[in-house]
């Protein structure tokens, strides 16, 4: 996943989405955040002049419903929840260059010139719209009267009011255009792909304007309308560099930094800016953003964390117990960069202890300790290096090199990966050396001057390191940059010192400070203190205000400019340290039904095979069962929201499926019997506490129950007569 380079006058602009404002901020908003705040960092240390943008979407009818609830304004139930957001991520340090509200006067001029400009160039014109919206995602949907959102599953609101529509449909061709001649644009490949296919299935306008409410931009010259919650929250990435404004310093900001570099989103809103984004783009005349990158959602563990109880993971808690770093580093390592990952605060804990603690932490903490015991915290002087201290230079010139690389293609956890390698090399060879041990037959002159020749070897590769890993960890690279006599990183990083990093940059003669602990180890206790916070620590800046608890204004959260993850969803994980070697396509059930049972149900997604049971209590060869094991399985109602076909893989469809509390991924071998684009917005059943299992580098959690009939098995998915509610569990 390439990155994207700086523009021509060398400048670079990054944006995360602008984060909705029903709930307090949670891990999947803090690691969007993150990753933007460490490619920001690293660009600043390469000379680039950077600028970083985040901030709050708070308009629309979802945001105008929910303050009604709450017995508050729409501006103070906003403000109240922008201010966590802002506050979180000033407690961790984050360096963005600026923070946008859509409640701004200078975001409201911007969106009225933007709005105004694509009338007057003739792609907006007034109508009436009739048909279904989803309030919860504040999507207009091609569904009929009462039906549910294909994309949230929650039902659809029939709307009837006057609008303005945005001519769409007259981009159908320049957008696909545009997509061939610039591959990069839509990053992952899955995600182009399945853009790709939505435009040319082919657009219809696009109602801009609102009438039913009040709570937004009022459109220019026709004040009953509110402009559409979607083209408001997008142009915030230009009215945040001064799009709409005379001054000569917003002129001046907007030709520098515009057009983005990367917008980085959720996969779940990528339609938004790879469609509508860019159409609305074209037709003002402006550049296109250079990319837009989708990352993975995050699995939160056991599923127990719902957002229908409002038990997300806060980033807080992490804080308190970790601090940023540790949240930092184990976000960008542990989980693979576009793809869905997990957390869990055992696997946290296991990072920390490990990587930080035991690794990195560990070894600077010896070296500085040691120079400081044999030569008075001052780095010796050496002679000619040997063959072990070669073969560690040898290894931190490709470190550099391949993590650089790494890093600009946005592979951070590859990348990490790559750095932590050398903290091992120089860790065993530091063991191997044992500057600490005097031989017998070696004179004191020499043993010094081995130590001497060690311990430089190992402080060089520590300064080469803790400039590397500096976007990942600026608070523990700072403090080990002061430990290292080198003053202070951020200024190294402004001089350039950071760029083009080289052997032998830690001179002889340089006074070390004293050391000071940088990852404590985390004791035992440290996952239970981290559950203990989440327990009483989840009262949302909402449910203070007097409105709903947070897990109820999460379960109908819209997805404008959602983060990394929707709020707690449940995604599979991306192990990257799992193969990725295709596994064979499962079978269908081979049991078929018998005349006294004529279908029998069957689990025919790709997790464990497929198993099938009768009606018949007595079929030969079938176990039974007591109603204790029986209550192990849990059978959950899901619906459909994406299905398509996996390359090279006959028999398996990719779905995701909402379950209300949480949406995941399941493979199901199903492919030779269904079509996929009709499997969207059904309701299925899935077994939902079955443990994952990986089949051509695709992770399927959960499986989808069908009827098997026949002597080929052929799968008839489980349904129901009645309106089931998505995620109900069936007993």
């Given amino acids: 996943m390439p990155n994207s380079p700086e523009n021509s006058n060398g400048s670079f602009y990054i944006t995360t989405p602008i984060y909705y404002v029903n709930a307090r901020p949670h891990l999947g908003h803090a690691y969007s955040t993150i990753v933007c705040d460490a490619v920001a960092r690293r660009k600043r240390s390469q000379g680039i002049p950077t600028w970083f943008l985040t901030g709050t979407d708070e308009h629309g009818q979802k945001i105008d419903r929910s303050a009604k609830l709450a017995g508050k304004s729409p501006e103070e139930f906003a403000t109240a929840i922008s201010s966590e957001f802002r506050s979180l991520w000033d407690r961790m340090g984050l360096t963005y260059d600026d923070y946008i509200r859509t409640t701004e006067e200078r975001h409201k001029r911007g969106v009225g010139k933007l709005f105004t400009t694509l009338k007057d160039n003739g792609y907006i014109y007034k109508g009436s719209y009739t048909g279904q919206y989803c309030v919860s995602d504040e999507a207009y949907v091609d569904v009929a009267p009462g039906a549910p959102c294909p994309d949230c599953g929650r039902i659809t609101e029939t709307v009837n009011e006057e609008n303005y529509f945005f001519k769409l449909s007259a981009f159908e061709r320049k957008l696909l255009e545009y997509y061939e001649a610039h591959p990069e644009f839509i990053q992952p490949e899955a995600r182009r792909n399945e853009v790709i296919a939505f435009v040319r299935s082919g657009l219809k306008d696009l109602s801009v304007s609102r009438t039913s409410f009040t709570w937004g931009i009022p459109v220019p010259g026709d004040e009953k309308h509110v402009v559409y919650v979607w083209m408001d929250a997008l142009a915030n990435y230009i009215t945040a560099l001064g799009y709409g404004s005379d001054a000569p310093e917003d002129k001046a900001r907007f030709e520098k930094f515009w057009p983005a570099n990367v917008h980085l989103v959720g996969k779940e809103i990528i339609r938004f800016h790879c469609v509508y984004w860019p159409a609305f783009l074209m037709a003002a005349g402006l550049p296109l953003p250079k990319s837009v990158i989708a990352n993975g959602w995050l699995l939160f563990d056991k599923s127990k964390m719902s957002k229908s109880v409002g038990n997300i993971v806060r980033a807080e808690t992490v804080l308190e117990v970790l601090g940023a770093d540790a949240l930092r580093y184990y976000l960008l390592r542990e989980i693979s960069f576009g793809h869905d990952g997990n957390f869990t605060f055992e696997s946290l804990v296991q990072r920390y202890n490990g990587d930080l603690a035991n690794g990195y932490g560990n070894l600077v903490s010896r070296v500085v300790n040691m120079i400081h015991k044999y030569f008075g915290g001052v780095v010796p002087e050496t002679g000619p290096l040997g063959t072990a201290e070669a073969a560690v230079q040898a290894h931190a010139t490709r470190t550099i090199a391949d993590f650089n690389t790494q890093f600009e293609s946005m592979d951070f956890s590859r990348a990490l990966e790559t750095l932590w390698t050398l903290v091992a090399t120089v860790d065993g060879y530091l063991t191997a050396s044992a500057p600490w041990k005097k031989s017998a ?3 004191d002159e020499v043993h010094a001057s081995n130590q001497a020749r060690v311990l ?14 500096h976007p990942i960890l600026p608070e523990s690279t700072a403090k080990v940059w002061r430990q290292l006599g080198l003053g202070e990183i951020e200024e190294a990083a402004k001089r350039g010192e950071l760029k083009e990093l080289t052997w032998g940059g830690l001179q002889a003669g340089t006074q070390f400070n004293e050391p000071s602990p940088l990852f404590p180890r985390a004791e035992k206790d440290a996952v239970e203190r981290m559950e203990n916070l989440e327990k ?3 009262q949302s800046a909402v449910a203070a205000a007097g409105g709903p608890e947070p897990g109820n204004t999460t379960s109908e959260s819209p997805v404008i400019c959602e983060a990394t993850a929707l709020p707690n969803a449940a995604k599979v994980a991306s192990n990257p340290t799992e193969t990725d070697t295709p596994a064979p396509e499962p079978e269908l059930p081979a049991i078929s039904a018998t005349p006294e049972a004529a279908t029998s149900y069957a689990a025919v997604a790709a997790n464990s095979g497929a198993a099938s049971t009768s009606t018949d209590t007595a079929l030969p060869g079938i176990a039974q069962i007591g109603i204790e094991d029986f209550a192990k399985v849990e059978l959950r109602v899901a619906q459909i929201l994406v299905a398509e076909r996996i390359p090279k893989a006959d028999k398996l469809l990719r779905l995701e499926v909402d379950l209300g509390y949480e949406k995941r991924q399941i493979l199901a071998g199903i492919a030779q019997y269904y079509e996929p ?3 969207i917005g059904r309701k299925v059943v899935i077994v939902a ?3 994952p299992r990986k089949m051509r580098g695709l992770e399927s959690n959960g499986m989808i ?6 002597d080929q098995g052929t799968p008839v998915l489980a349904g129901f007569l009645e309106d ?5 569990r069936l007993k």
Avoid at 456 to 469: K, P, Q, S, V
């Fill in 441 to 443: 037959d070696l004179s």
């Fill in 456 to 469: 430089a070897t190992a402080a060089e590769t520590i300064r080469i390191i803790t400039a590397l890993a």
């Fill in 536 to 538: 009483t620590n989840n």
């Fill in 677 to 679: 684009e009709k499997l």
């Fill in 689 to 691: 506490n079955l443990a």
């Fill in 705 to 710: 129950v069908a009827a098997s009939l026949g």
């Fill in 724 to 728: 089931v509610p998505v995620g109900a």
